[in-house]
């Protein structure tokens, strides 16, 4: 498995912006996939974003106007630029690997809290 740290929620009001950070234990471009998915509290985790190797980008229907999932390679890390943020945007946010270092392999990151106040 590769090891994900995320980093860079927090406490944040309303229409503000937040770029989160995955930090992973691989060359990134050895990962098929990474990805972005968030977790509110009594709810299902959802998926927010992902990436491919190639660089292509999918978002969920409701989050393609106001987030943004980018990389870096030369530090290995992803990102999920939040704009806009809004109260139902508070959540666990979870980075997410999958196919490394066999396809099947998924991984996870421990979450890092995004709380918005109105």
């Known amino acids: 498995q590769v090891q994900l740290v995320e980093s860079g929620g927090g406490l944040v009001q309303a229409g503000g912006s937040l770029r989160l950070s995955c930090a992973a234990s691989?060359?990134?471009?050895?990962?098929?996939?990474m990805g972005w998915y968030r977790q509110a509290p009594g709810k299902q985790r959802e998926l927010v974003a992902t990436i491919t190797r190639d660089g292509m980008r999918n978002y969920a229907d409701s989050m393609q106007d106001r987030f943004t999932i980018s990389r870096d390679g030369a530090k290995n890390t992803a990102y999920l630029q939040i704009n806009s943020l809004k109260p139902e945007d508070t959540a666990v946010y979870y980075c997410?690997?999958?196919?490394?270092?066999?396809?099947?392999?998924?991984?996870w990151g421990q979450g890092t809290q995004v709380t918005v106040s109105s």
């Open positions: 997410y690997a999958r196919g490394y270092p066999s396809p099947a392999t998924a991984s």
């Open positions: 691989t060359n990134i471009f050895s990962i098929n996939v």
